[in-house]
T-cell receptor, first 114, second 112 residues
Framework: DTGVSQDPRHKITKRGQNVTFRCDPI?????LYWYRQTLGQGPEFLTY????????KSRLLSDRFSAERPKGSFSTLEIQRTEQGDSAMYLC????????????FGPGTRLTVL | QKEVEQNSGPLSVPEGAIASLNCTYS??????FFWYRQYSGKSPELIMS????GDKEDGRFTAQLNKASQYVSLLIRDSQPSDSATYLC????????????FGGGTRVLVKP
């Protein structure tokens, strides 16, 4: 499978716990994006990496959220002290360098905070 | 005003008919426009991209872009029950590498 992969696919946690999600982009893609999607809404941008550099962060990304892409390959998104409002689908997308190249999404991680 | 607007639907279409979906955007500097299909519980799947004014056809799908009117549309010809899904319009702003801004999606129901 040469697509974007995400792990885990589902995560149930209790409020206040920390969670970490992983994204493996398509191998030749140097741009990586995280989005969050809640029911009935379109995906909302969270953050963007070009290689290992985090170049843009949404104001939606509170201090409890942190993302890394240490070697410019896979990325992790950590949420500390989870809240019920964090329940959502967390989507990762990647694309090749170039002005018009498309973003391809992984299957997502469904987070439920109890 | 939302940055990208779509009618939420549902858009009910008889099998074999043409489904017409519309999207408007507010950033006049936007350069790239995308349509994604999303089945319930799944992630968005790219089906069309368009960058210049006019029409772009791919199989049963046609994307239409009018930058002057800040309007992009998607036509689905010969609609099939398997086309029943939510269709998301996404726009990429002027700066290279930037995020996609999505509309809320239009739910399409194709009835046999």
């Amino acid at each position: 499978d040469t697509g974007v992969s995400q792990d885990p696919r589902h995560k149930i946690t209790k409020r206040g716990q920390n969670v970490t999600f992983r994204c493996d982009p398509i191998s030749e893609h140097n741009r990586l994006y995280w989005y969050r999607q809640t029911l009935g809404q379109g995906p909302e941008f969270l953050t963007y990496f070009q290689n290992e550099a985090q170049l843009e962060k949404s104001r939606l990304l509170s201090d409890r959220f942190s993302a890394e892409r240490p070697k410019g390959s896979f990325s992790t998104l950590e949420i500390q002290r989870t809240e019920q409002g964090d329940s959502a689908m967390y989507l990762c997308a990647s694309r090749r360098q170039g002005a018009y190249n498309e973003q391809f999404f992984g299957p997502g991680t469904r987070l439920t905070v109890l | 005003q939302k940055e990208v607007e779509q009618n939420s639907g549902p858009l009910s279409v008889p099998e074999g008919a043409i489904a017409s979906l519309n999207c408007t955007y507010s950033d006049r500097g936007s350069q790239s426009f995308f349509w994604y299909r999303q089945y319930s519980g799944k992630s968005p799947e790219l089906i069309m991209s368009i960058y210049s004014n006019g029409d772009k056809e791919d199989g049963r799908f046609t994307a239409q872009l009018n930058k002057a009117s800040q309007y992009v549309s998607l036509l689905i010809r010969d609609s099939q029950p398997s086309d029943s899904a939510t269709y998301l319009c996404a726009v990429r702003g002027k700066a290279a590498g930037n995020k996609l801004t999505f509309g809320g999606g239009t739910r399409v129901l194709v009835k046999p």
